[in-house]
């Protein structure tokens, strides 16, 4: 089934919502592969049909409740500008609190941790949303550490992406699934350490190891499909 996240005829904002925090409650009680719209309209006290008059599929339902929770609990923000001594730092910050966000849900929000395995199993348009703004977030980071002369001045968009699957492991909730539940976080703090002292790194240019040449860069693609590959 095609995931999307077109609803019909524009309705109303506030029912859509209701639908959304429906859909989580109902996921949270009987995991997101035994949950159906039938839960979720009798949550709302409707009818399944009032439903799909909102939302063009169960799909389309699932990818709105997974977007919700990466927005809302799987979203880290890192601190302001200032508050932490440099770029760098507040880059590993946000690394470290990315990956511990998985690592709570995984622990304390284990159905709708499974509904975001899902999302990113099937590429869904909420996953590939939460990639596109964690990317996002780096790239604002980098440009601010480049600023600074902390990080080597590259393209900001290739060193975002490339810094992202760098540390896919800490990130993609399919590897944090698979991760035991005594998993030491030393390893993250030294995969992060590492992924930002690279950026301080003269890129190599091409044909001559270790030395950098900006212009040859180009920005590698990072929508989800790059995260797909590497699990395969």
Known sequence: MKVGTTVKNQPQTGYISSIVEAGTAACRLYGPTKTNVVDIARLLG???ASVYKIFPSKAAIWDAIAGNFFETDLRFTPSADGE???????????????????????DGDSQMFSLAVLAAERSWPSFKGHLNRLTATVGELVSAGIATEEFVPRNVDAAASCFCLSIISLWDP????AQPLNHCELSAQELASFAVAALGQ????????????????????????AWSEEIA
Not at 93 to 106: D, I, K, N, S, V
């Open 46 to 48: 409707k009818s399944p």
């Open 84 to 106: 932490l001594t440099s770029a760098a730092s507040r880059l590993k910050e946000t690394a470290l609190g990315q990956h511990r966000l998985m690592l709570q849900a995984r």
């Open 174 to 177: 399919r590897f944090i699934g």
């Open 202 to 225: 003269v890129p190599p240019r091409r044909g001559q190891p270790g030395r950098g040449n900006e212009s040859r860069l180009s920005r590698p693609e990072f929508d989800g499909s």
